[in-house]
């Protein structure tokens, strides 16, 4: 029988291009500072799980390739990490959205850039068919879905650490809390933004994992 098993799903903390999102004009997302309220987000946020009972067990911190992921990651390691050992792994499954070529541009921007994909884009809203849309070089919310699946049937359920600590971004997050909780992609709009370094807690027991809560947010 399976032990009972933890897994947090924590938001990176703020970043600059979430105040100015026309950084990553000049800057590659994956490269984006933190902001100073992120660090002390990321203060915050650490200390929360250090003084919880998931300190207790043994862990296994999974982060995406950018800046404001690795930087939460590697403090959460550092402060939990004495006297038992930290994995910590990276992995693309769980990175943004590539937004492709429109990253860091404005509506107006992108609309006299790329016309034809602007054009597109209103065609999808209009018809409910935004999941499907794709941003020029950029992916579709089915593609961070499809990976997001990928990374649940390939890593997150064979994990055999007592807690399991997932650091990444709103959307594959959103995307991960709806296929743990058995909702359809199509629900993807009616779920709320997960705040910076908010946390949300499943247990998985038996191969079903339950909510518990957003259980951390500033």
Known sequence: MECSRDILLIRHPQSLANIDRSICRHVRDFDVEISILGYAQTSQCVNFIKNSYFNNKRLHIYHSPFIR????????AL?????????????????????GAIKGLSMQEWAYTYPKNYSDYLTAKANNEKLSFCYPQGESL????????????????????????????????KILYMILCNKKLKQYFHIPEIPNVGVHHFTRKEGTYYHQ?????I
């Open 69 to 76: 992921t690795k930087y939460l990651a590697d403090r959460l």
């Open 79 to 99: 402060s939990l990490s004495s006297p038992k050992k930290i994995l910590i792994s990276e992995s693309r499954k769980i990175e943004e959205l590539c937004f």
């Open 142 to 173: 089915v593609d961070v879905y499809q990976r997001i699946l990928e990374f649940k049937f390939q890593i997150l359920d064979k994990e055999s650490a007592d807690t399991i600590i997932i650091v990444s971004h709103d959307i594959p997050l």
């Open 213 to 217: 809560g957003l259980i951390f947010q």
